[in-house]
């Protein structure tokens, strides 16, 4: 693969801004009732230690993708592991990244018909943000860096609401204790959270399109730290406002207290979470859909970028039929971005051995 056209190349602060979007995506509305179910009162403790784990990893992926600087995850995946399996293996990407689109999707018109446009048909909703996909992603991958850090702007004023007033609500006392449930509630833990950071997969597909690799690992790093350190900031302070038994039986804990709590200057809170919650998870379908679109042209060998742009909508459209009521979307939520989280903890590490024994790839 040669060096990408200017049209398609992206900066590093880009592709940040994109990543970002995609990691923060969805985790944030549930995660901290699934942490405390699994985990308890530990729940902020367990997530500390995940994204270390996560930062660790990221090393890795890194070490990984300076051996191959011009190739795709899916273009040097078959030179490690031969073609089949690595066909397989972009194959397996290509539908996690459709059931991503799908899951998220979903995930956003069931927000807006039941907490905004009350009533209305989510397959509406569904049809047409897959028209706005479909336009976005007809454009260049530079279009879609420059839209990824527009939005990373008017969400980041909305993360304000992530956190809630714990000047008038918190109490420490819900802490505690510390390791109520010993290591086995902390490992219990780390297996029920492991959806709440995917996304870092995409950085395999988008890493030969940025033209400043230099800073390529600066910007992972601050980017994976700035999520991590929302969530847990998110996490923590819902545990300090609500009680342990009534956090684990409240299905989206940020969008409870949104709307029961006063947020000072902000009145409209409704408005200001449709439009924060839109621009994250619309930017999250958009990036996937572009690798989606990425990966087919590269598995398969074929060119013809709108006849795949629309078969990947369609096949988005036609999974959100498959997805039922609020238990369904958390279920296929859960079991998705967890497939693509495993996926980046496991094959970055043997990949890079594999890389490093058989000598593929540029050296260090």
């Not at 969805?26 to 699934?34: D, E, S, V």
């Not at 997530?47 to 011009?70: E, G, H």
Request: glycine share 6%; aromatic share 16%; charged share 10%.
């Amino acid at each position: 693969m040669n060096r990408p056209p200017h049209s398609m190349s992206l900066h590093a602060s880009q592709f940040a801004m994109m990543l970002i979007g995609c990691t923060v995506g969805i985790g944030p509305l549930f995660i901290a009732r699934i942490a405390t179910v699994a985990s308890g009162r530990d729940a902020w403790i367990v997530f500390l230690i995940y994204l270390a784990i996560i930062l660790c990893n990221s090393l890795i992926m890194v070490q990984l993708a300076k051996r191959f600087p011009k190739q795709t995850f899916v273009q040097y995946v078959p030179e490690l592991v031969g073609t089949w399996i690595g066909k397989c293996i972009g194959f397996i990407l290509i539908v996690l990244g459709i059931l991503t689109i799908a899951v998220t999707m979903k995930i956003l018109s069931y927000i807006i018909a039941t907490y905004v446009l009350l009533k209305t048909p989510m397959d509406m909703f569904n049809v047409i943000i897959l028209m706005l996909l479909i336009y976005l992603v007809m454009f260049d991958l530079r279009v879609m860096g420059r839209l990824a850090t527009g939005l990373f702007f008017v969400s980041f004023l909305f993360s304000y609401f992530y956190i809630p007033p714990v000047n008038d609500y918190g109490n420490v006392l819900l802490l505690m204790p510390f390791f109520e449930n010993g290591w086995q509630g902390i490992w219990k833990g780390l297996g029920a959270i492991l959806f709440s950071l995917s996304g870092l997969e995409l950085f395999l597909t988008y890493y030969p399109y940025v033209d400043d690799k230099r800073n390529m690992r600066k910007y992972f790093i601050w980017s994976i730290l700035f999520v991590g350190l929302l969530f847990e900031i998110s996490l923590f302070t819902q545990q300090l406002v609500y009680p342990l038994k009534y956090l684990a039986h409240l299905w989206a804990p940020s969008i409870h207290y949104i709307s029961i709590v006063e947020f000072p200057v902000f009145e409209r809170t409704d408005a200001i979470f449709t439009i924060f919650w839109f621009t994250v998870l619309f930017k999250t379908a958009a990036v996937y859909m572009y690798h989606s679109v990425i990966s087919i042209q590269q598995v398969f060998q074929v060119h013809q970028k709108r006849i795949i742009v629309f078969l990947v909508a369609v096949l988005g459209f036609a999974v959100t039929k498959m997805i039922g009521n609020a238990a369904d979307i958390e279920k296929w939520m859960i079991y998705v971005l967890t497939a693509n989280v495993g996926l980046s903890l496991i094959l970055p590490s043997l990949l890079l051995m594999i890389a490093k024994f058989r000598r593929k790839g540029l050296a260090g």
